[in-house]
Nanobody, 126 residues
Framework: QLQVVESGGGSVQPGGSLRLSCVAS????????IGWFRQAPGKEREGVSC????????AYADSVKGRFSISRDSAKKTVYLQLNGLKPEDTAIYYCAARTGFVWGCKVRDSEYRDWGQGTQVTVSS
């Protein structure tokens, strides 16, 4: 089982930026996928973005396309989620989740991932 840890959350004004980081400890394979999810108060968890180290695929929810960007540092086995143009509706706890194995076309679907982090709070408010 992987230990997944997110970091980088905080409070920003609308239009601001944050960069979230996700590290999955215990990886013994170069092939894995990372998904980012978020849950706002009183709402269901929703998928935000994902990346696969196998085929290099990425995916984004329509609500964040053009504003959020996912990337990875292979050497550090760290995945980043760059949040730009933040809106109050982006306020949520952001979770990182991981799965091992070669993934063709990552999916932003929580059932695809086995190991989850504890989350990091992102608050967008003026």
């Amino acid at each position: 089982q992987l230990q997944v840890v997110e970091s980088g959350g905080g409070s920003v004004q609308p239009g601001g930026s944050l960069r979230l980081s996700c590290v999955a400890s215990g990886l013994i394979t170069e092939y894995y996928a990372i998904g980012w999810f978020r849950q706002a108060p009183g709402k269901e968890r929703e998928g935000v973005s994902c990346i696969s180290t196998g085929d290099g695929s990425t995916a984004y929810a329509d609500s964040v396309k053009g504003r959020f960007s996912i990337s990875r540092d292979s050497a550090k086995k760290t995945v980043y989620l760059q949040l730009n143009g933040l809106k109050p509706e982006d306020t949520a706890i952001y979770y990182c989740a991981a799965r091992t194995g070669f993934v063709w076309g990552c999916k932003v679907r929580d059932s695809e991932y086995r190991d989850w982090g504890q989350g990091t709070q992102v608050t967008v408010s003026s």
